[in-house]
């Protein structure tokens, strides 16, 4: 599906606005799923709420494997099976 195109929808009397089915699709939400709002000047982003979630965690938790040695997938596997250990 093309990403890049334009679409409008009314707001309604209470300030509501039907999100567009296609867009819908792109950001992959779906009945009962949040959306959040980013408010740049002039400009409004709409994104899913779960994948921009987990956008800032990643981006809060750069470099934070680094620091704690953790260098490669083995290290990361070993580190996990010796914390399961200490909390059995």
Known sequence: MNTSFVNDA???SKGQVT???NVREIL???IGDRVTFIVEGNTV??????????EKFQSQMKGEAQKAGLMS???IADWITKSRREGA
Not at 45 to 54: Q, T
Request: charged share 25%; proline share 5%; net charge negative.
């Open 45 to 54: 982003r709409v994104v899913n709420s779960m994948a921009y979630a987990i």
């Open 10 to 12: 009314k707001v309604m």
């Open 19 to 21: 999100i567009p089915h």
């Open 28 to 30: 992959g939400v779906e």
């Open 73 to 75: 997938e083995e290290d």
